[in-house]
């Protein structure tokens, strides 16, 4: 197989764990579209941050975590969890949404987050360990609203078990947030961006977008642009007043 082939099917593999996220939160009533793409430049003899879907330049072998088979699959569910195991404790009230804006902790190259470190780190990061098994971020007081974001493993089928959490490890986590949330969509984002932040510099890890780049100060102002002009498509229509006769 030839090195663009495993190339593509390294970026196919990655790309499906949005798709699983509507496995996760419901079926959306649209999903959003318009990823952006940045072209990646080559150094040699460079330490190369990981990109999901990435392969070894010289050996055309994907890296670590983009076997297609290890990635959550969307027709495997995510998570694969008994019935009855998950808490309710994040459940969103409706799983209708119409938007999803996620990120990535990424491990550094020849490197992997283990998952007696992510649970550490999420609770330092105020997440709590809830439905589906996976971890999210509720507003304070409110639980019941469901969650602001949550947070997965890339790897199938995504959930914690905490019971083989010391032998866990996994390439990168996806942090999720789904839109309408229980606040605007702008303040779940300035909620979740500095959580994501926080556990890559707890993970020694990398931050990503959507895309699976780098995520830089130009990209954070597109989200904020794109989520604000969400929010006033979504806010209630001023009440009209009755004419006077």
Do not use: C
Not at 59 to 66: I, Q, R, S, V, Y
Request: aromatic share 6%; hydrophobic share 40%.
């Amino acid at each position: 197989m030839s090195d663009m082939a495993l190339l593509r099917i390294g970026i196919l593999a990655a790309g499906l764990l949005l798709i699983a996220a509507i496995f996760l939160f419901g079926r959306p009533k649209r999903l959003a579209q318009g990823k952006r793409k940045e072209p990646q430049e080559a150094e040699t003899g460079v330490r190369r941050e990981p990109v999901l879907g990435a392969v070894d330049e010289t050996t055309g072998a994907p890296l670590a975590g983009d076997d297609e088979s290890a990635i959550s699959q969307p027709e495997l569910g995510l998570p694969d969890v008994e019935q009855g195991s998950a808490s309710e404790l994040g459940k969103r009230p409706s799983q209708d949404f119409d938007k999803i804006v996620s990120l990535y902790v990424a491990a550094r190259a020849d490197q992997v987050l283990r998952g007696e470190d992510i649970v550490v780190a999420a609770e330092k990061t105020g997440l709590v360990f809830g439905y589906m098994n996976v971890f999210h971020r509720l507003m304070e007081g409110h639980p019941e609203r469901g969650p602001i974001f949550s947070m997965a493993s890339i790897m199938k089928p995504g959930s914690f078990d905490m019971g083989t959490i010391r032998e866990m490890e996994t390439p990168a986590i996806a942090f999720f947030l789904t839109l309408p949330a229980p606040m605007t969509a702008l303040d779940a984002w300035e909620k979740m961006l500095p959580t994501v932040q926080r556990m890559a510099e707890l993970l020694d890890g990398v931050v990503l977008d959507d895309s699976r780049n780098a995520l830089g100060r130009q990209r954070i102002a597109h989200i904020r642009d794109d989520l604000r002009a969400y929010d006033r498509q979504h806010q209630a229509p001023p009440l009209t007043k009755s004419p006077r006769w």
